[in-house]
């Protein structure tokens, strides 16, 4: 599956984005997706996951500030991000979730956030 994340950039403490990754693959709507960040320094974890039938779950940092959604129709998941701190700057992936193992990682997207 190729993935491509897009929607970052560059937004002050307690602004909001929203992020957007298309994945290819018939079997979309059918996986659990989930966004992962990785900041500098720091291992890549995943802070948003949805599932095949639509439930989700969020890491402690983020939740309440972040909605994991999906468009099965066009094998797109989104995340849309509000309030956002500075330790929330980091590189942002989208992927299956639970992560295959062999996987590749597709081209992330930079959110940095400034004080």
């Known amino acids: 599956v190729q993935l491509q994340a897009s929607g970052g950039g560059l937004v002050p403490a307690g602004g909001s984005l929203r992020l957007s990754c298309v994945a290819s693959?018939?079997?979309?709507?059918?996986?659990?997706m989930a966004w992962y960040r990785r900041a500098a320094g720091k291992s890549r974890v995943s802070v948003a996951r949805i599932f095949s039938d639509g439930s989700t779950d969020y890491a402690d940092s983020v939740k309440g500030r972040f909605t994991i959604s999906r468009d099965n129709a066009k094998n797109t998941v989104y995340l849309n991000m509000n309030s956002l701190k500075v330790e929330d700057t980091a590189v942002y992936y989208c992927?299956?979730?639970?992560?295959?193992?062999?996987?590749?990682w597709g081209q992330g997207t930079l959110v940095t956030v400034s004080s």
């Open positions: 693959g018939s079997t979309f709507s059918s996986d659990g």
């Open positions: 992927n299956k979730f639970p992560f295959p193992l062999g996987a590749r």
